[in-house]
């Protein structure tokens, strides 16, 4: 009876026999309501719903951040470079007149226009234990004396050119000037440096040549463009016959007169006869 008078005033009650006014149960479902009810948020001026249970927010544009794994700094690059070219023993404390060697036209090239300064040819490879060990002590000898052109040959990319110059040992160097060209060569290291100090010294003073640039030998560069491997051309020059006065002087001497056709010696016991032909 009460329950039915409770619901025709307007009230609930709930099975236990709590009674509650509508108001205040409007009072909690609103409150309810506005705890679950996403809230608005302004994003790039314009307001939006999210489930950001808070009070409403201002936020700009979001602003996107390189992932620091895949990018590396810039620090980092240079350092990565450094390490790389640390490796490369053989670029290391080069002097200006010292210069790496890229093909065979590039070394026929340098010695010709090098002219009457000294040249020293420096073959080289970068596995060899010797030629590391020597190769601070040749920059040392290219900055002492800065008129003399270091031309160095990597082995292992010249394999075949080094093959038609006739270079089997490492390290390996030869001298060069002007029309004398080849003025020596030979192989050393660390331990026998002398005969590098003692060439130079021979062959540093600087000396006038008649005559054009020689540099390789005309064998040597007949080697080189017959070898198929490389790209390089070469023509043998033409023999000058001189003329007039010079020609007879170079005109090649008549033959002597051979004596008459004789039989050969014919050894008999202990006694040598000489059977001459009787001319007929």
């Not at 090098?114 to 490879?125: N, P």
């Not at 190769?135 to 075949?160: G, M, T």
């Not at 160097?173 to 192989?187: D, K, M, T």
Request: include cysteine; glycine fraction near 8%.
């Amino acid at each position: 009876m009460a329950a039915a008078q409770a619901v025709a005033k307007g009230s609930v009650v709930s099975p236990c026999g709590y009674r509650a006014s509508p108001g205040l149960l409007g009072r909690r479902r609103g409150a309810v309501a506005a705890r679950i009810a996403p809230s608005a948020v302004r994003i790039g001026g314009s307001w939006k719903k999210t489930a950001f249970l808070g009070g409403r927010l201002a936020v700009g544009p979001r602003r996107s951040r390189p992932e620091s794994r895949n990018l590396a700094s810039p620090v980092q690059m240079n350092m990565n470079l450094a390490i790389g070219k640390s490796m490369r023993w053989w670029e290391k404390g080069l002097q200006p007149n010292m210069r790496e060697i890229e093909s065979a036209q590039d070394l026929v090239d340098s010695l010709i226009n090098a002219g009457d300064r000294l040249v020293i040819v420096d073959f080289f490879s970068p596995g060899c234990g010797g030629c590391r060990a020597l190769h601070p002590k040749i920059c040392q000898f290219a900055e002492q004396n800065p008129d003399v052109l270091f031309l160095q040959v990597n082995y292992e990319e010249h394999k075949s050119m080094c093959y038609s110059l006739h270079v089997h040992v490492l390290p390996f160097f030869r001298f060069y000037r002007g029309a004398q060209g080849r003025l020596c060569s030979f192989s050393c290291t660390n331990a026998t440096i002398k005969k590098f100090k003692d060439a130079l010294a021979k062959h540093k003073p600087d000396r006038c040549s008649i005559g054009p640039t020689r540099g390789l030998e005309e064998s040597e560069l007949l080697a080189l463009a017959e070898n198929k491997d490389l790209q390089f051309t070469y023509t043998k020059k033409p023999e000058l016959i001189p003329s007039g006065d010079a020609a007879a002087e170079h005109t090649a001497p008549e033959p002597a007169k051979l004596p008459g056709v004789t039989k050969p010696l014919i050894r008999l016991g202990s006694e040598e006869r000489s059977l001459v032909s009787s001319g007929r």
